[in-house]
């Protein structure tokens, strides 16, 4: 199958006073129709400028210095303004790390959403548009009598629920979610995670997750990418990464999360503190925390290769591991 | 009737009884507040010596106003606490107050908001002993560079004369643990200590945490919204919502078999690492309210799948359904 | 075992490491600061104004423009008169560079002598208005309730007041010198805009976590408004005491030039005495331009001057203003 989404070597750096961030660096992963994703990162790991990459929502001082992006067989990075309007939205939307505090608190929330979909589609009338957020609205949980309400008449997870009526609003291919639950209580992210993975098997849509939390993420996608400094260190579909994972950040990461189910393990943590990405080393940038580094991770950066079908990491010492890992445990 | 057994040990820390705490609902400028919010209703419970306990539950349940309340950030509307068997419920005199908090200290969620961000980490940690005029300036230093390095900020003296801002979030959350554990403090309430950092950085400090618990044996309330975390450091749980606690218990009780609905709820929502992991979950209405001026019973009725008229009718009390764990649900009420 | 001997030379003197990180902060600041082209350029001006003050007037009054063996104070900025010149006002000359004004007295010496004291007036005002405007916020914003509204009706009261008006009464009444005039000036800006801008900056300060933090430790109130709100909000104080000194130079031009000053000479004055004699007038003002024309330029730009720094010292304060 074509896959709707190809990000090829990307490579977006920020030009600072201070030098050069390589806050994407070399990133490639393919995205296949109605496929779910996680981007799973630690903060400033770069996943968020991934995802500004493809929406080219790009600071003054951010370039895609290298890298393709194929959208449907089209380089989202060498088109231009109009062309990429086009594509935003109707064809990849985005759920904001806090949209639902970006609703604008003096027009009703109704409105907003129409008003997105005006702004893209000029010839739907303003009745169709109605009809067509009264659907969204029940897609996703809201009562459509709460259009004419006003958001601070909108509890947190209605808001949330609001903004992804929003990003559905233009029948995107893609929805990158930005965090989507970061800022909402246990039983409310619950719910509107649910209501999501279902929405996205309803619509057939692909989705991109992107989070700090690894639990949220293998809770709704079907492949997870695990991004450190600026790289994507580990990627394949959930079950190998939880259950077989081959680089070293992935299982520290998985056996520094604690778990509410099952026997109280005990934590085992990660040393020292994530790089900064800025004027980044050659070498392997997990090297410096990596129990399992040798002379080599020192010197060279390891190839992001792909150890057994569709199971891709940038690790010397995979198979090691694996081996390490078990005679620990 | 008290809910809490009294007991007579001196080993107990720290003591509530029937605490309230009520804000008032602002309305229009020039009229009084007739109107308030609950955010603490007749609590009661005790901490002893060396333990640990975790108030659990959603934003807006009082867990904050809790930990606040009893190091007097916030006047109790009602109630009594007792500390290290004195009364602090009022405090009058400038040295009851000193004493109090050479005693008790608070560690802050957003380790970038709670460091004075014009101070250097040298004024930062040795403030209290400041505030309490505790030894000279050798001693402070000597101490100051002492807890540093035992927080795992090291060398301490690469960071004496720096500034918040120069340091990454973990290294602030662990200055500010230095900061409150610089006067040995017996009793220290943590306010989600961990939630704005990275889960690797998370796991160090956690770690750190529980490490100091031991060591200085210290008396700890640990205010976290993740019963995960909970589950890690405390020794009890104690499950909040809107104001009221809900279930009190040993940790893995609570984790293992919750009774109140609430907590069922609760720990069913909490995502699992593990993609093939079925969570089976139970279905609540809606989201947290406000407990503003609440009606006499059940603060979960609304939202609880499985209510009964009594719910409706009257407020349930916290009672011992053995060993312990204690909960407040008409479900399991013997009459 | 090296750490602790490290240990003991940085504790030798925490003054020189405290002036050090003083010394620190200051460059940082400088480099922003010397990233804003407005800002240098007025504090250019201001170093001009105060070179040309401070330093060149006493060179000139106690060489050039000292008293001739006749006893002839012909450069005295107050009481001198030229009896070479004939018909004063005489336009520029070699011996007058900016000429002589209607009572035969050097323009330039005038300009010069005053350049000290608009200085004073506009720094002693603008110390006192921040003062007075730093405590009464912080304190207003910190305890609230019936303090913080009093000191906030009152500020609203002082913003209301009609302070030239004022001014003129009060001139009647007593006699206003330069002293005097950068007190009442300090008074009624200091309790007026000032305490309302830098009580919403302590107010946001007010409710950070470390408050709350120094208070668990047992600090007092009057101990957490000195060591954790005042350094917070000083930087703003800084801004608006630049601004202030404007606001004391211009007001004083104004009072000058209405005669209600008891002052021996500014550049209020100048514009003054030039307009009784009539020479600022219909058809005058170009004919005798050299009058008006030095004092009116020099409060326009001192005044620009100390603004323009309060600009650059904006892009210092408020991060967000910064270009990247």
Same mark, same amino acid.
């Given at each position: 199958?074509?896959?709707?989404?190809?990000?090829?070597?990307?490579?977006?750096?920020?030009?600072?006073?201070?030098?050069?961030?390589?806050?994407?660096?070399?990133?490639?992963?393919?995205?296949?129709?109605?496929?779910?994703?996680?981007?799973?990162?630690?903060?400033?790991?770069?996943?968020?400028?991934?995802?500004?990459?493809?929406?080219?929502?790009?600071?003054?001082?951010?370039?895609?210095?290298?890298?393709?992006?194929?959208?449907?067989?089209?380089?989202?990075?060498?088109?231009?303004?109009?062309?990429?309007?086009?594509?935003?939205?109707?064809g990849i939307?985005?759920?904001?790390?806090?949209?639902?505090?970006?609703?604008?608190?003096?027009?009703?929330?109704?409105?907003?959403?129409?008003?997105?979909?005006?702004?893209?589609?000029?010839?739907?009338?303003?009745?169709?548009?109605?009809?067509?957020v009264a659907e969204l609205y029940k897609l996703v949980g809201l009562d459509p009598k709460r259009m004419d309400n006003y958001p601070h008449e909108y509890s947190g997870g209605m808001k949330q629920r609001a903004i992804i009526a929003m990003s559905l609003s233009c029948n995107p291919d893609?929805?990158?979610?930005?965090?989507?639950?970061?800022?909402?209580?246990v039983i409310v992210q619950d719910m509107i995670l649910k209501e999501m993975a279902k929405i996205q098997k309803k619509l057939?849509?692909?989705?991109?997750?992107?989070?700090?939390?690894?639990?949220?993420?293998?809770?709704?996608?079907?492949?997870?990418?695990?991004?450190?400094?600026?790289?994507?260190?580990?990627?394949?579909?959930?079950?190998?990464?939880?259950?077989?994972?081959?680089?070293?950040?992935?299982?520290?990461?998985?056996?520094?999360?604690?778990?509410?189910?099952?026997?109280?393990?005990? =934590?085992?943590?990660?040393?020292?503190?994530?790089?900064? =990405?800025?004027?980044?080393?050659?070498?392997?940038?997990?090297?410096?925390?990596?129990?399992?580094?040798?002379?080599?991770?020192?010197?060279?950066?390891?190839?992001?290769?792909?150890?057994?079908?569709?199971?891709?990491?940038?690790?010397?010492?995979?198979?090691?591991?694996?081996?390490?890992?078990?005679?620990?445990? | 009737m008290p809910e809490v057994e009294t007991s007579n040990a001196t080993d107990v820390v720290i003591k509530v009884e029937h605490l309230k705490k009520y804000f008032p609902v602002r309305r229009g400028t020039f009229a009084r507040a007739k109107q308030f919010l609950h955010a603490v209703d007749d609590l009661n419970f005790e901490v002893k010596k060396g333990e640990v306990i975790a108030l659990v539950g959603e934003s807006g349940c009082g867990k904050t106003t809790t930990g606040k309340t009893l190091l007097r950030l916030y006047e109790p509307t009602d109630g009594k606490i007792t500390f290290l068997n004195r009364d602090v419920t009022c405090i009058h005199s400038a040295q009851d107050r000193k004493w109090l908090h050479s005693k008790s200290q608070m560690i802050f969620q957003d380790p970038f908001e709670s460091l004075n961000p014009r101070k250097t980490?040298?004024?930062?940690?040795? &403030?209290?002993?400041?505030?309490?005029?505790?030894?000279?300036?050798?001693?402070? &230093?000597?101490?100051?560079?002492?807890?540093?390095?035992?927080?795992?900020?090291?060398?301490?003296?690469?960071?004496?004369?720096?500034?918040?801002?120069?340091?990454?979030?973990?290294?602030?959350?662990?200055?500010?643990?230095?900061?409150?554990?610089?006067?040995?403090? &017996?009793?220290?309430?943590?306010?989600?200590?961990?939630?704005?950092?990275?889960?690797?950085?998370?796991?160090?400090?956690?770690?750190?945490?529980? &490490?100091?618990?031991?060591?200085?044996?210290?008396?700890?309330?640990?205010?976290?919204?993740?019963?995960?975390?909970?589950?890690?450091?405390?020794?009890?749980i104690s499950v909040m919502y809107l104001g009221k606690m809900v279930e009190y218990g040993k940790t893995e009780e609570i984790i293992q078999n919750p009774l109140h609905p609430y907590t069922k709820a609760l720990i069913s929502a909490v995502p699992v690492p593990d993609p093939e992991f079925k969570r089976k979950s139970i279905q609540i209405k809606g989201g947290i309210g406000k407990a503003i001026d609440p009606p006499k019973r059940c603060r979960f009725y609304e939202r609880c799948p499985f209510a009964k008229d009594i719910c409706a009718k009257e407020e349930p009390m916290l009672i011992d359904v053995g060993e312990g764990h204690k909960v407040a649900c008409f479900l399991y009420s013997k009459n | 075992m090296?750490?602790?001997?490290?240990?003991?030379?940085?504790?030798?003197?925490?003054?020189?490491?405290?002036?050090? %990180?003083?010394?620190?902060?200051?460059?940082?600041?400088?480099?922003?600061?010397?990233?804003?082209?407005?800002?240098?350029?007025? %504090?250019?001006?201001?170093?001009?104004?105060?070179?040309?003050?401070?330093?060149?007037?006493?060179?000139?009054?106690?060489?050039?423009?000292?008293?001739?063996?006749?006893?002839?104070?012909?450069?005295?900025?107050?009481t001198g008169y030229d009896f070479t010149t004939m018909n004063n006002p005489t336009p520029p000359s070699w011996h007058h560079l900016l000429g002589t004004d209607p009572l035969g007295r050097d323009v330039l010496a005038q300009l010069l002598y005053s350049t000290p004291r608009e200085f004073a007036l506009g720094i002693l005002a603008a110390l006192i208005t921040v003062f007075i405007g730093t405590v009464i916020g912080t304190v207003s914003a910190y305890y609230g309730g019936v303090v913080d509204t009093f000191f906030m009706r009152l500020a609203d009261l002082v913003l209301l007041f009609p302070f030239i008006p004022f001014l003129i009464v009060l001139s009647g009444m007593i006699q206003i010198d330069l002293l005097r005039l950068a007190l009442i000036?300090? %008074?009624?800006?200091?309790?007026?805009?000032?305490?309302?801008? %830098?009580?919403?900056?302590?107010?946001?300060?007010?409710?950070?976590?470390?408050?709350?933090?120094?208070k668990?430790?047992?600090?007092?109130?009057p101990y957490i408004i000195v060591n954790h709100i005042i350094p917070n909000v000083m930087p703003l104080s800084f801004l608006y005491m630049m601004f202030n000194v404007t606001g004391a130079i211009f007001s004083e031009a104004v009072l000058s030039f209405f005669g209600l000053l008891n002052i021996r000479m500014s550049w209020g004055l100048m514009i003054y005495t030039a307009d009784t004699a009539g020479y600022i007038v219909g058809g005058n003002i170009g004919h005798y331009w050299w009058l008006w024309l030095p004092p009116g330029a020099a409060i326009t730009l001192l005044c620009g001057a100390f603004y323009f720094i309060g600009r650059g010292l904006d892009e210092v304060v408020n991060p967000r203003l910064r270009r990247r």
């Amino acid at each position: 199958m074509r896959p709707v989404l190809e990000v090829k070597n990307l490579k977006m750096y920020y030009n600072t006073r201070a030098g050069i961030v390589k806050a994407a660096d070399d990133i490639s992963f393919t995205l296949a129709q109605g496929e779910s994703m996680g981007l799973v990162g630690e903060s400033g790991c770069g996943k968020t400028s991934v995802s500004m990459s493809i929406m080219r929502l790009l600071a003054e001082n951010a370039n895609i210095v290298n890298g393709n992006i194929y959208f449907k067989g089209k380089d989202i990075v060498k088109l231009n303004d109009e062309e990429i309007n086009k594509i935003r939205w109707a064809g990849i939307a985005m759920i904001f790390q806090a949209a639902m505090n970006s609703l604008n608190p003096v027009y009703k929330v109704g409105d907003q959403i129409i008003e997105a979909i005006l702004a893209h589609e000029p010839n739907v009338t303003f009745e169709e548009s109605r009809a067509r957020v009264a659907e969204l609205y029940k897609l996703v949980g809201l009562d459509p009598k709460r259009m004419d309400n006003y958001p601070h008449e909108y509890s947190g997870g209605m808001k949330q629920r609001a903004i992804i009526a929003m990003s559905l609003s233009c029948n995107p291919d893609i929805i990158i979610a930005d965090e989507p639950t970061t800022a909402l209580d246990v039983i409310v992210q619950d719910m509107i995670l649910k209501e999501m993975a279902k929405i996205q098997k309803k619509l057939n849509m692909s989705m991109i997750y992107i989070s700090h939390d690894i639990a949220v993420i293998a809770e709704v996608a079907e492949k997870i990418a695990i991004m450190y400094a600026g790289k994507i260190v580990e990627l394949s579909d959930a079950v190998t990464v939880f259950k077989k994972p081959a680089h070293p950040y992935t299982v520290g990461l998985m056996s520094s999360f604690p778990s509410i189910h099952g026997e109280k393990k005990k =934590l085992v943590t990660i040393p020292g503190e994530p790089p900064n =990405l800025l004027n980044a080393p050659d070498h392997c940038r997990f090297a410096p925390r990596c129990p399992f580094a040798t002379k080599e991770c020192w010197e060279k950066m390891p190839l992001y290769e792909e150890i057994s079908p569709n199971h891709f990491v940038a690790c010397f010492h995979p198979q090691n591991l694996r081996k390490q890992v078990s005679k620990d445990a | 009737m008290p809910e809490v057994e009294t007991s007579n040990a001196t080993d107990v820390v720290i003591k509530v009884e029937h605490l309230k705490k009520y804000f008032p609902v602002r309305r229009g400028t020039f009229a009084r507040a007739k109107q308030f919010l609950h955010a603490v209703d007749d609590l009661n419970f005790e901490v002893k010596k060396g333990e640990v306990i975790a108030l659990v539950g959603e934003s807006g349940c009082g867990k904050t106003t809790t930990g606040k309340t009893l190091l007097r950030l916030y006047e109790p509307t009602d109630g009594k606490i007792t500390f290290l068997n004195r009364d602090v419920t009022c405090i009058h005199s400038a040295q009851d107050r000193k004493w109090l908090h050479s005693k008790s200290q608070m560690i802050f969620q957003d380790p970038f908001e709670s460091l004075n961000p014009r101070k250097t980490i040298f004024d930062i940690v040795s &403030e209290p002993m400041n505030v309490q005029n505790e030894g000279n300036l050798k001693q402070r &230093e000597k101490k100051v560079m002492d807890i540093l390095n035992r927080v795992g900020i090291s060398p301490p003296d690469t960071f004496l004369w720096r500034y918040p801002h120069e340091l990454s979030g973990g290294q602030r959350q662990r200055v500010a643990i230095a900061r409150a554990l610089v006067m040995n403090p &017996e009793f220290v309430v943590a306010d989600e200590p961990t939630s704005m950092l990275d889960v690797s950085i998370r796991t160090q400090v956690m770690t750190l945490m529980m &490490e100091l618990i031991h060591e200085m044996h210290m008396t700890f309330i640990y205010i976290t919204h993740d019963l995960a975390v909970a589950r890690y450091m405390a020794d009890y749980i104690s499950v909040m919502y809107l104001g009221k606690m809900v279930e009190y218990g040993k940790t893995e009780e609570i984790i293992q078999n919750p009774l109140h609905p609430y907590t069922k709820a609760l720990i069913s929502a909490v995502p699992v690492p593990d993609p093939e992991f079925k969570r089976k979950s139970i279905q609540i209405k809606g989201g947290i309210g406000k407990a503003i001026d609440p009606p006499k019973r059940c603060r979960f009725y609304e939202r609880c799948p499985f209510a009964k008229d009594i719910c409706a009718k009257e407020e349930p009390m916290l009672i011992d359904v053995g060993e312990g764990h204690k909960v407040a649900c008409f479900l399991y009420s013997k009459n | 075992m090296k750490s602790k001997e490290n240990t003991k030379e940085v504790f030798e003197s925490p003054l020189k490491i405290r002036m050090k %990180l003083a010394w620190r902060a200051f460059k940082e600041n400088w480099k922003i600061f010397s990233e804003s082209k407005i800002g240098v350029l007025g %504090l250019w001006i201001v170093i001009t104004f105060a070179i040309a003050g401070f330093v060149v007037y006493p060179i000139l009054a106690s060489t050039v423009w000292k008293p001739t063996l006749s006893g002839m104070t012909s450069y005295d900025p107050v009481t001198g008169y030229d009896f070479t010149t004939m018909n004063n006002p005489t336009p520029p000359s070699w011996h007058h560079l900016l000429g002589t004004d209607p009572l035969g007295r050097d323009v330039l010496a005038q300009l010069l002598y005053s350049t000290p004291r608009e200085f004073a007036l506009g720094i002693l005002a603008a110390l006192i208005t921040v003062f007075i405007g730093t405590v009464i916020g912080t304190v207003s914003a910190y305890y609230g309730g019936v303090v913080d509204t009093f000191f906030m009706r009152l500020a609203d009261l002082v913003l209301l007041f009609p302070f030239i008006p004022f001014l003129i009464v009060l001139s009647g009444m007593i006699q206003i010198d330069l002293l005097r005039l950068a007190l009442i000036i300090g %008074l009624i800006s200091g309790f007026g805009g000032i305490t309302i801008v %830098l009580r919403s900056q302590a107010m946001v300060v007010k409710v950070k976590p470390f408050i709350e933090s120094a208070k668990v430790s047992g600090a007092s109130n009057p101990y957490i408004i000195v060591n954790h709100i005042i350094p917070n909000v000083m930087p703003l104080s800084f801004l608006y005491m630049m601004f202030n000194v404007t606001g004391a130079i211009f007001s004083e031009a104004v009072l000058s030039f209405f005669g209600l000053l008891n002052i021996r000479m500014s550049w209020g004055l100048m514009i003054y005495t030039a307009d009784t004699a009539g020479y600022i007038v219909g058809g005058n003002i170009g004919h005798y331009w050299w009058l008006w024309l030095p004092p009116g330029a020099a409060i326009t730009l001192l005044c620009g001057a100390f603004y323009f720094i309060g600009r650059g010292l904006d892009e210092v304060v408020n991060p967000r203003l910064r270009r990247r």
